[in-house]
């Protein structure tokens, strides 16, 4: 079930009734102050501007566009299109993060005072909070491994110039390789909260990944297929 939250652009968002229990938590149950209200909306705003960015990225590129879904992995629901298409979609959204982060570290006063090896702090100051979280957000969905923006846009741009199979399985294999360097972390950062984020990570990119490497072998197999068949059909019974 899904709650029709607004319509931004000409695009839905829709709401998922977990994710409304909270917000209605945090706007009518904790006074604004040095409460979560103002990083809630803020972290809030700051995934609606990269899901609109995919959004808007889609429909200029003539692909329908289902909606955004603000879930705990908050989506929007795009078309699937040409390979060109869905890497310039793909980035959009990180795009967004990335510039709205420069353009707050272009305010010396954020630059300046922003605590980068605290990030406890950030909370502590709106300018700090919306600076750290679209870094955060913009650099994290980078990572080429799937289901990050980043690890999309590989695959896309792998497809554009290998057969999808071929491409699938790349894709595969390089977040294999980030899945592992997760759980190098972990052993670098552990006992602490960064290795258990650091391990939840790597599960779910090499997980990710396995899955990709499934679809690569099915597609790999049906190219196969239809290659023997053109083979057959020009040779004549
Ligand atoms: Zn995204």
């Known amino acids: 079930m899904w709650i029709p939250l607004l319509r931004l652009g000409g695009v839905r968002v829709y709401l998922d009734p977990l994710i409304a229990v909270v917000l209605v938590y945090l706007v009518f149950f904790t006074a604004p102050g040095r409460t979560l209200f103002a990083p809630a909306g803020i972290l809030l705003g700051s995934v609606l501007l990269h899901e609109l960015a995919h959004a808007w990225m889609a429909r200029r590129r003539g692909l329908v566009v289902g ?4 879930h705990l992995v908050p989506f929007a629901y795009v078309e699937r299109g040409k390979p060109e298409d869905e ?3 793909a980035l959009a959204g990180p795009a967004v993060n990335l510039l709205l982060a420069a353009g707050f570290f272009a305010v010396p006063a954020v630059r300046e005072t922003f605590p980068w090896t605290a990030p406890g702090l950030w909370f502590d100051d709106p300018l700090w909070t919306a600076f750290g979280i679209n870094l955060v957000m913009g650099t994290l969905n980078l990572i080429p491994a799937l289901p990050a923006d ?3 846009a590989l695959r896309a741009g792998l ?3 290998l057969a999808p199979g071929t491409a699938y399985a790349r894709t595969a294999r390089v977040g294999t390789f980030v899945g592992v360097g997760c759980f190098v ?3 670098w950062t552990w006992p602490s909260d960064d290795a258990i984020l650091a391990a939840i990570l790597g599960v779910f990119f090499i997980m990710t990944a396995w899955r990709e490497a499934r679809a690569g072998i099915a597609e790999r197999q ?3 297929q239809r290659a023997r068949e053109r083979k057959e059909a020009k ?3």
């Open 67 to 70: 909606g955004i879904f603000l």
């Open 87 to 89: 890497l310039r979609v």
């Open 150 to 152: 980043g690890g999309r």
């Open 159 to 161: 497809m554009t110039r």
């Open 185 to 187: 972390l972990v052993a």
């Open 222 to 224: 049906r190219e196969r």
């Open 235 to 237: 040779e004549g019974p």
